[in-house]
């Protein structure tokens, strides 16, 4: 019933862990996989060690996650190991990557595709690092000399955009990806916010902006996941504020083929796979569906 395939790669079901939420580090990664996700995403790495942004990084708030952790990352270099512990995982495992500039893209990348992972996310749309990678995501052409730049190095690996929502017209970078040679789009990443603390007037994060995820930002998923099924032929990864089955299955009318879960593992840990793929299931028996392919971009219909 859950069972789907995404970008040619068969999954047991379609949730998948999102980037950056555990890390790099394999055993949790595995934790994850162990726990009933259909695949996992590796957090972002670049092209040398970054410590990333100073505490605090994280708030919580009513209604979801405020974050500048400034992908902090242990380099390609340095996660030689991890991708050997990976082999063990029972589900795909998908790399994540970004740069400061396309040959850093293509650095990483070249090395990411000797390590054979499932597929390969291309981050073109963090916005918590001073080197606004976000810049890529929100213009056409500078999105698609990466993607371009990075499909030559991965060959047949199949290549993941990962979109921003704060792009003008998400459609048009959608296209201009997979004209560009994307197999596939992941939306969204996280919506730049700020927040402050007014006893002590100062933002409450160190770093002062950070992206919000979580339960606030399903609607702007949801349209994003929506504009993106109507301007490509490529599969979507839909993610944004997902903590249940109704929220999944949302985001697949939307047009989402897969379904991304990151802010859900704060709040509810790695047990949200499992419920969430219970929770679907019982929706698509109450409502008569048979496959969860049914599914995808019925909103439209
Ligand atoms: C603490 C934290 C770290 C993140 N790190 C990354 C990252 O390294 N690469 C990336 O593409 N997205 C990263 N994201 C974005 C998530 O993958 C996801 O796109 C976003 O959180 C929206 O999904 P959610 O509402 O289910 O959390 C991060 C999100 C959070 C909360």
Known sequence: MLSTVFAGIELKNPTVLASGILGTNAELLLRAANSGAGAVTMKSVGPKERQGHNNPTVAVWEHGLLNAVGLPSPGYKEIEEEFELLKKSPVPVIASIYGANVSEFVEVAKAIAEKKPAMVEVNISCPNSEMHGQLFGCHADSGASVISAV??????????????????????????????????????????????????????????KGGISGPAIRPIAV???????????????????????????????????????????????????????????????????????????????
């Not at 897969?258 to 499992?274: L, W």
């Open 151 to 208: 499909k030559k190095e991965i060959g047949e690996i199949p290549l993941i955009a990962k979109l921003t929502p704060q792009a003008l017209n998400i459609s048009e970078i959608a296209k201009a990806c997979e004209a560009a040679g994307a197999d596939a789009i992941c939306a969204i990443n996280t919506v730049q916010g700020m927040l402050i603390n007014i006893e002590a007037h100062k933002p409450v994060l160190h770093f002062k």
């Open 223 to 301: 349209r994003c996941i929506w504009d993106i099924f109507e301007a490509v032929k490529i599969p979507i990864i839909g993610l944004g504020g997902v903590s249940n089955g109704r929220d999944a299955i949302e985001l697949m009318q939307a047009g989402a083929t897969a379904i991304g879960i990151g802010s859900g593992i704060y709040y509810q840990g790695t047990g949200v796979f499992k419920k969430v793929c219970e929770e679907m299931q019982e929706w698509m028996k109450a409502n008569s569906y048979k496959s969860v392919k049914e599914l995808v971009g019925i909103a439209h219909e």
